[in-house]
């Protein structure tokens, strides 16, 4: 890959640089949520969006994998995560962190219409984290677009706020995937 010789990287993302570069190693689900916490948080306000991500980790909390998607329909939403759980698995991951933007849907009328058809009410920038232990954590923002011509604007959302999403079911395979990995039996 060319790198741009003259590339200086925005203030805010050299102080966090040497922020997380300071800080202990992540010893635990949370600590690895939060550290992509601050690298979202610093990417959506730099450039106003974050494209999807997925890191995976072992036991030592080292990071093993990392890919990115880009969904065009719900089809492709089902096959990336089964490929997530195979990778989960033949990688002998522990611990997963996803990072995305996604809508935010009226769900008054229940099953009555397909989700893509449901209107969209909102948006939020999540970092959920799930692994193999049943552990969970999820650090969520409101997005807030202004018609004028200011950015987007990030709120965090506190664990209670009832806006949170209740479930992100997506994991749920690849925590499977994990646990199968982690079993005794699992060569």
């Given amino acids: ?13 050299v102080a ?13 689900l949370a600590d690895v ?5 601050k690298l979202a948080q610093a990417t959506f306000e730099q450039h106003g969006n974050h494209i999807p991500m997925l890191a995976l980790y072992d ?7 990392f890919m990115s998607t880009a969904f065009t329909d719900q089809s492709e939403k089902y096959l990336f995560w089964r490929n997530v759980a195979d990778r989960a698995f033949y990688l002998k991951a522990f611990a997963m962190v996803w990072t995305s933007e996604s809508w935010v849907r009226d769900i008054s009328e ?30 969520s923002w409101e997005i807030e677009r202004s018609d004028g ?14 806006r949170q999403a209740g479930h992100f079911n997506f994991t749920k395979p ?13 060569s």
């Fill in 59 to 65: 036991k030592t909390w080292k990071q093993i994998d």
């Fill in 33 to 37: 949520v939060a550290m992509h916490a």
């Fill in 149 to 162: 011509a200011g950015g987007p604007v990030l709120t965090r959302l506190s664990p209670d706020d009832p």
């Fill in 16 to 28: 966090l640089r040497e922020a997380l570069c300071l800080a202990p190693k992540p010893s635990s």
């Fill in 174 to 186: 690849v925590v499977a995937a994990m646990k199968m990995a982690h079993s005794s039996g699992a």
């Fill in 110 to 139: 229940g099953a009555q219409r397909p989700i893509h058809e449901l209107p969209i009410i909102g948006e939020q920038l999540h970092v959920v984290g799930a692994d193999a232990s049943n552990g969970c954590e999820v650090v």
């Fill in 1 to 13: 890959m060319n790198q741009d010789p003259n590339y200086k990287a925005p203030p805010a993302f």
